[in-house]
């Protein structure tokens, strides 16, 4: 991006992008948050709305499968529109959608309200990334920046059960959304106050719609063929939108290869750094988050824990997603960008393989700590990998990235989910074991010469 932008970043002072980066980083925060607040406060809506457990799953998707199915098309919104006026506009969506969570009456208005949030995330997600690659400085600044914000969402992700379960153990499941409500408020302040103007290139961006359509389409599918297969009685109509989904995915792909202005850009689409970022992005959540989840129902429903006992297990994750993001840049700088996603992956891998022969509380506990740490590893060195791109290509990375971290929530959850409700919970937890274990396997593989540079 140009103009005031590029302006901005050359003469911002220091404390200008410490609130910036601090700013930028709560909006990914929040977003993030959104996609696992529900797990934990999961079974109190289902009862208090009279919903089957194959609804609830819809309630926690719909926002991951939004938020995943738009994130594309959201970028190249911001690069025609300008980003922060997306980015302002996304926050009061954010809002307006949690007020219609709090007052929802039944789960097919929740799951709108969830969906709505989904689509806000979008907007905001790669609009607030890209903002920050710009507005901060190259060199350690935006490294330590882009550390802070890959932190932000790896222990976001994990502390929404931490939240969901205290918030509904004190109050209800509905004093959720009204929390929600607040951070958007908040953040609609800090975005006006510390975040400058860009330029909108109105005349220069096209959004090509049926690509964005396909890849939309290929998402829900994707995410709620697997949700209905669930269902007893539903695995005609699974199956169908399933196939829906995949034939949509190939369209879009088709679409992509003969567009004269596609979605994702050739140059984007060949840059070997993006594409094992992209990678990494898909694997951590795909793992981290279905584990958890599957954790979270073992807890209470098999368990009998509280809402607010069954995050106490989980808080692990998001105190030690911190610790290994900020451990991660000096480890990408031994190992390379790969080989640190390839050992937190590993981390993962065997924090599932834990699970599997033990799964009492304070076993949950102690993997949940080693998934958090390999997971806030992986995911700065993948953000870090993804971004370090031309500049003109870093909103469609920042929408690249973002898209396969919830395009793993999503499909990951919702498959393994079914695994664990046709079995257990500790088959579930060794096909993700299985999962993480192939990824770190893939990181690890010797790469070529060009694949990545040793200057991170």
């Known amino acids: 991006m140009s103009g005031t932008t590029g302006r901005a970043a050359a003469g911002t002072a220091p404390r200008g992008v410490l609130a910036v980066t601090v700013t930028l980083c709560l909006v990914q925060l ?68 949690s007020v219609l ?19 806000a995330a979008a907007a905001s997600v790669p609009a607030a990334l890209r903002l920050l690659t710009t507005l901060v400085p190259e060199g350690r600044l935006r490294r330590r920046a882009v550390a802070a914000w890959s932190a932000a969402g790896a222990a976001a992700g994990a ?49 090509p719609w049926v690509s964005a359509v396909l890849l939309t389409a290929g998402a829900m599918g994707l995410v709620a063929g697997p949700t209905l297969l669930a269902e007893t009685g539903a ?19 088709a679409a992509e290869r003969a567009a004269r202005d596609p979605l994702v850009a050739r140059e984007a689409r060949g840059s070997s750094r993006l594409r094992w970022g992209t990678l990494g992005s898909f694997a951590n959540t795909a793992t981290t988050s279905s584990s958890a989840t599957v954790a979270t129902l073992h807890l209470q429903d098999e368990l009998g824990l ?10 692990s994750v998001s105190v030690l997603a911190v610790v290994g993001s900020a451990l991660a840049p000096r480890v990408i700088a031994r190992l390379t960008w790969r080989r640190t996603m390839g050992a937190g992956l590993l981390l993962v891998a065997g924090a599932n393989a834990v699970l599997v022969a033990s799964a009492t509380p304070a076993a949950v506990a102690l993997t949940a700590a080693l998934s ?8 700065v060195a993948a953000n870090d990998m993804g971004t370090s791109v031309d500049e003109h290509l870093r909103a469609t990375a920042a929408g690249v990235l973002n898209t396969a971290a919830q395009l793993g929530t ?9 695994v664990a409700s046709a079995t257990s919970a500790r088959v579930g937890w060794a096909v993700v074991a299985g999962l993480a274990a192939v990824a770190a396997a893939a990181c690890a593989r010797r790469r070529s010469p060009a694949a990545e540079s040793a200057a991170v």
């Open 30 to 97: 929040v977003d993030v948050l959104g996609v696992t607040v529900v797990v934990t406060t999961l079974p109190s809506m289902l009862r208090d709305l009279g919903a089957s457990a194959g609804e609830g799953t819809f309630v926690v998707t719909a926002y991951a499968m939004f938020f995943g199915g738009l994130l594309l098309v959201a970028a190249r919104l911001g690069d025609r529109l300008g980003h922060r006026r997306v980015l302002l506009a996304a926050i009061v969506l954010f809002g307006l959608a």
């Open 101 to 119: 969570g709090a007052v929802a009456g039944g789960v097919a208005l929740l799951t709108a309200a969830r969906a709505l949030q989904g689509v």
């Open 159 to 207: 502390a929404g059960f931490v939240v969901g379960g205290a918030v509904t153990e004190v109050a209800t499941w509905r004093a959720v959304f009204w929390l929600t409500l607040a951070l958007a408020a908040g953040l609609l302040v800090a975005v006006r106050v510390a975040v400058p103007a860009d330029t909108a290139r109105q005349a220069e961006v096209r959004v």
């Open 235 to 253: 695995v005609v109509a699974g199956s169908l939108v399933l196939a829906a989904g995949a034939a949509a995915t190939v369209g879009f792909v």
């Open 306 to 315: 509280t809402p607010l006992a069954a995050a106490a297990a989980l808080v």
């Open 372 to 379: 958090g740490l390999g997971l806030g590893a992986s995911s």
């Open 410 to 418: 999503a499909l990951g959850t919702a498959a393994v989910l079914l």
